[in-house]
């Protein structure tokens, strides 16, 4: 049979086929990726992934990727898997991508994980979904004690034994979480038990992109579902904290853009400020300041904001603030001279209304004297430095008599 870099073995779990890949296997130095889906005969083709692992070696073998669905995975198994996978990255610490999906693991599979994460294994991609893992075994994987946690950019924790979120909530609410893709829908009716407010309450400051809820959650005790309206006005505060300046920078996300299980487009359908959150925070050709800036224009500046951190502010800085809310993007729905369809273009149209309650609100910025009232307060000023002088003078005059009398 053929070996390809990575190898695909899909579907054949014949014995004989299994001695070929691990002869190929063995002599295959560069082999980088494992992809296997049971489809039959899950023992068997467990006992032969048992042999294949246990035969390769681990300084010629650098995985950087396991797949394996349908197959039973108990403690040995894992153990194997993980031993060749640190083994191989000992002297090269590229983030791996693990996926077992499937696999009848538990909890005790899960600290194999953790044991080889603790040995010096960097994970970009844990796909544990459909297993047997509990809510133990989930606080010990994402355990703040534990080494390297913060190159897993992809999680998948879905279906399994799970009573609580709280331990996923307070790993991607940590400063050393690197998420961008969880994914904890649930299918099992035990799932109903999950309530939703932690994970929701972590997602601010988190660097999550995107988050597959399922629909089997509850919010504040009621069935997702039917809490659609407060799952809105959650998610409006995440993606875009109206309650005050700094709150909308510092305390919103400006990551998320896809909240998968059919959210999307409910929630945009609720609310035109999550629509607008969302398209922000989907575009790719925006750093993460220029999307702040993007929704401070959209949605800070378009409602009835607060002013007070703009009356605080130095003078020099309002014009860039006038610049920010008279500057807006249109899409072009055409190709129009050099822009292609699709792009944004910045336009200078300007929102009237943002302006107006701007200066009303802080008229000493913007008021202007008449040049009579310019001339008075001048006379005044002349007046004030004549008195001064008279002063002074007479001070001198008191002070040359009395040398005079002496």
């Known amino acids: 049979m053929t070996i390809k870099d990575p190898i695909n073995y899909v579907n054949d779990d014949e014995t004989h086929s299994w001695t070929e890949l691990q002869q190929c296997i063995q002599q295959e130095s560069s082999l980088q990726s494992i992809t296997y889906e049971c489809?039959?005969?899950k023992n068997k083709a467990s006992g032969h992934l048992k042999t294949l692992f246990?035969?390769?070696?681990?300084?010629?073998?650098?995985?950087?990727?396991?797949?394996?669905?349908n197959i039973s995975f108990d403690y040995v198994l894992v153990q194997k898997v993980m031993r060749c996978m640190v083994g191989s990255h000992s002297g090269q610490p590229t983030p791996v991508s693990i996926k077992l999906t499937h696999a009848k693991m538990d909890d005790s599979c899960a600290q194999v994980i953790v044991n080889a994460m603790?040995?010096?294994?960097?994970?970009?991609?844990?796909?544990l979904t459909n297993n047997s893992i509990t809510d133990e075994g989930v606080e010990r994987l994402l355990s703040p004690d534990n080494d390297n946690l913060q190159y897993i950019t992809e999680l998948n924790l879905s279906n399994n034994k799970l009573r609580s979120l709280d331990s996923i909530a307070n790993f991607i609410g940590r400063d050393d979480c690197n998420v961008e893709q969880l994914q904890i829908q649930h299918t099992q009716n035990v799932a109903k038990t999950h309530e939703l407010n932690g994970i929701l309450n972590s997602m601010p400051t988190s660097s999550l992109q995107c988050i597959n809820l399922g629909k089997h959650l509850k919010l504040n005790g009621i069935d997702l579902l039917l809490n659609m309206p407060t799952l809105a006005t959650r998610m409006e505060t995440i993606l875009c904290n109206p309650s005050s300046f700094d709150a909308f920078i510092n305390q919103s996300n400006h990551t998320i853009s896809t909240l998968s299980g059919g959210l999307n487009g409910q929630l945009k359908d609720l609310n035109a400020n999550i629509k607008e959150a969302l398209t922000t925070n989907l575009r790719s050709d925006l750093t993460s300041n220029q999307k702040c800036r993007r929704k401070l224009r959209y949605i800070y500046f378009t409602?009835?904001?607060?002013?007070?951190?703009l009356i605080e502010m130095d003078t020099v800085?309002?014009?860039?603030?006038?610049?920010?809310?008279?500057m807006s993007e249109e899409r072009c729905e055409k190709r129009e001279g050099r822009c292609d369809k699709g792009t944004y273009v910045l336009a200078r149209n300007g929102h009237v209304g943002?302006?107006?309650r701007l200066i009303r609100h802080i008229p000493e910025l913007f008021s202007f004297a008449s040049p009579m009232q310019t001339l008075i307060a001048k006379n005044e000023e002349?007046?004030?430095?004549?008195?001064?002088?008279?002063?002074e003078l007479e001070q001198f005059r008191l002070s040359n008599k009395r040398c005079k009398t002496k």
């Open 303 to 309: 409602n009835d904001y607060d002013v007070t951190p």
């Open 354 to 356: 943002s302006i107006y």
């Open 382 to 391: 002349l007046e004030s430095k004549v008195a001064k002088l008279e002063l």
């Open 317 to 326: 800085y309002i014009p860039e603030v006038l610049e920010l809310v008279t």
């Open 118 to 127: 603790n040995a010096g294994l960097r994970i970009r991609c844990l796909n």
């Open 39 to 41: 489809a039959k005969k």
């Open 54 to 69: 246990t035969g390769i070696s681990d300084d010629n073998h650098p995985l950087n990727s396991v797949n394996f669905n």
